[in-house]
């Protein structure tokens, strides 16, 4: 059984028991209730949710203004509410806004709109101007600032196709100076190379992407060792044998999500249809030595929602390494988030916080550690005439990670 929605602990009083989480109150960031107004709380690579000095940031887009744009609201960690919503964009609509956090309190947010990638720096108390970072056709941003480096990635055009392209960057006053925007795997396209994801570790910078190039979506890594681009792409996603030389190329993996301790850990979470009869599964898997090799895939939710098709899978780490993959499933009648977190047993059971789960439909995790360990959660929570982003706090137990990663 699940911790779903109770800690045995609690209601039953037994010392013995613990609950694997702490979770706070509830804090809503922002909420609609008209008939037509849609929030998503989506980005290329879980950049949803960004932590800089003190600050929490959460960046969204909706259309409460007739059109999409994308939007920002802050909290300072000890505060018990966000910021009202800041307007980041201007060009319209604007589309699927990442955020990474600055060591000075800024935030640098990027976005699609009119088929280009834009860029502003902002913070509770400033904003500087809108960039445009792209000329050319262009989509699924997604950016990273880790160790005084700041990285972006995005979809470019390429002739008929999108390939995945990188960038350093340097914050230059209230804007980003870009260095040279070159492909990630340099042979031409010949298929649609889509979703970028991207961590950086002390081994250097490592990109993730979903790739058609084999006539079905496989995923790719490529990592860049500090002073060097971007050595030969390596497959994350293992495939089974193929069931038919007539029918099928054979099965998907979508949105891949990187996330680094900042020393030599990552994770690489993602959805799979390995088992297509049950739809999508959480895969994820685990590299010591900065990507450069990934151990086996392991599939993530427990026994009891394997029968059900998950959404949405995001992963964070913690400083020492621990992972948690979070994701949205319908196992108890409407969509709810669940996580789990690894265990010196492997995965552990599904959680969902009680915030996060019950009537109305609760979807689309945004997550990332704070330095001391805590679990900032946001989600999209949907019900009859509401659409509202939310947010808490998670806490683990001082036991719960107890192995070494």
């Not at 599939?299 to 009891?304: A, G, N, P």
Request: net charge neutral; proline share 5%.
């Amino acid at each position: 059984m699940t911790s779903l929605r109770v800690c045995l602990a609690l209601l039953l009083s037994v010392p013995a028991l613990a609950c694997a989480w702490t979770y706070s109150p509830v804090i809503t960031v922002s909420e609609l209730q008209q008939a037509h107004g849609f929030q998503h709380l989506e980005s290329s690579g879980n950049r949803s949710i960004a932590i800089s000095q003190q600050h929490i940031a959460v960046t969204w887009e909706d259309n409460h203004r007739g059109t999409p744009a994308v939007y920002i609201a802050f909290k300072a960690q000890d505060a018990t509410h966000f910021s009202r919503a800041l307007r980041v964009s201007e060009a319209a609509p604007a589309y699927e806004p990442a955020v990474a956090g600055l060591a000075d309190g800024r935030f640098i947010v990027v976005w699609e709109a009119n088929d280009r990638i834009w860029a502003r720096l902002v913070s509770p108390k400033h904003s500087g101007p809108v960039q445009a970072l792209t000329q050319q056709p262009a989509r699924e941003a997604t950016v990273t600032a880790a160790a005084g480096q700041v990285w972006l990635a995005w979809a470019a055009k390429a002739g008929r196709h999108y390939h995945i392209v990188a960038t350093a960057a340097s914050v230059q006053g209230d804007r980003l100076q870009l260095s040279d925007v070159k492909p990630v795997d340099p042979a031409p396209p010949k298929q649609d190379q889509l979703y970028p994801t991207i961590a950086i570790t002390r081994d250097g910078t490592i990109v993730g992407w979903e790739d058609r190039r084999y006539g079905h979506t496989r995923l790719f890594t490529a990592v860049a060792a500090k002073g060097k681009w971007f050595a030969p792409l390596r497959q994350l996603n293992q495939l089974k044998a193929k069931r038919s030389m007539k029918y099928g190329n054979g099965t998907g993996a979508m949105r891949v999500v990187l996330a680094s301790n900042g020393q030599h850990h990552l994770i690489a979470s993602w959805l799979d249809k390995r088992d297509f009869v049950e739809g999508y599964d959480v895969y994820a898997a685990m590299s010591r030595d900065g990507g450069q090799r990934f151990g086996h895939n392991e599939k993530v939710e427990d026994m009891l929602g394997s029968n059900q098709t998950q959404w949405h899978a995001v992963s964070a780490m913690d400083r020492q390494g621990h992972a948690v993959v979070a994701w949205d499933d319908r196992r108890d009648g409407s969509p709810d988030v669940w996580f789990s977190w690894q265990t010196s047993a492997g995965w552990s059971d599904d959680d969902s916080p009680a915030p996060a789960h019950g009537d109305g439909s609760q979807t689309h995790p945004a997550m990332v550690f704070d330095a001391g360990g805590r679990l900032h959660l946001a989600f999209l929570d949907q019900g009859a005439g509401t659409t509202a982003i939310r947010y808490l706090v998670a806490t683990p137990s001082a036991s719960e990670f107890t192995s070494q990663p």
